[in-house]
């Protein structure tokens, strides 16, 4: 049975902290990026996707063996949509 593994993705006002995470909950790697909000959304969503990729990349895992990325977000987030209605800190509005 090939193992599988989680990203986990803290987003906040200064720092995108991602971790790659086993299915024993261990925390295989990291990596911490600097948030730049003053080039909008759109941006922020670029560093994620670089320090998702920066730990697949880093790590050798592929990208077939990941079950699941989570995103913690600072405001307010529709469940359904997955739309985030406010997040001051990132000046993010309706995204």
């Given at each position: 049975m090939e193992k599988k593994f989680i990203i986990s993705v803290d987003l906040g006002g200064t720092k995108i902290l991602s971790a790659l995470i086993s299915e024993t909950n261990e925390i295989i790697d990291r990596y911490k990026l600097a948030t730049d909000t003053?080039?909008?959304a759109d941006c922020i969503v670029e560093c994620i996707a670089e320090?998702?990729?920066?730990l697949l990349n880093e790590s050798g895992i592929k990208q077939e063996v990941i079950k699941a990325i989570s995103l913690g977000v600072p405001g307010t987030v529709d469940p359904q949509s997955g739309?985030?209605?406010s997040a001051p800190n990132l000046s993010i509005k309706n995204y």
């Open positions: 003053s080039k909008g320090s998702v990729n920066k739309f985030i209605g």
